[in-house]
Nanobody, 113 residues
Framework: QVQLVESGGGLVQPGGSLRLSCTAS?????MGWYRQAPGKQRELVAT???????NYQDSVKGRFTISRDNAKNTVYLQMNSLKPEDTAVYYC??????????WGQGTQVTVSS
């Protein structure tokens, strides 16, 4: 089992920035962030492997940056130029090499003036 603990959500105005953090209870191959807006399916935002390979949803490219500190088993999501459509519950995800997924409890991000 892997526990994932998230932090960093909140309310921000359009154009603002937020940084999400997620710490895993042990090392895990791929870590990332997904989000779910009301009435919509959960969608991938960004992922990063332990080797540093990244993947982003097209709508966040150039605005969001994912990074990780392997020594701390922590992944970060720096979100800049936030838009109202980024409003969602953001979930940390951890994936093993065997493709087993673990999820955090979710953190709310609200972009509104």
């Amino acid at each position: 089992q892997v526990q994932l603990v998230e932090s960093g959500g909140g309310l921000v105005q359009p154009g603002g920035s937020l940084r999400l953090s997620c710490t895993a209870s042990r090392s895990i191959y791929r870590m990332g962030w997904y989000r779910q807006a009301p009435g919509k399916q959960r969608e991938l935002v960004a992922t990063i492997t332990s080797g540093g390979s990244t993947n982003y949803q097209d709508s966040v490219k150039g605005r969001f940056t994912i990074s990780r500190d392997n020594a701390k088993n922590t992944v970060y999501l720096q979100m800049n130029s936030l838009k109202p459509e980024d409003t969602a519950v953001y979930y940390c995800n951890g994936e093993t090499l065997a493709a087993t997924h673990y999820w955090g409890q979710g953190t709310q991000v609200t972009v509104s003036s």
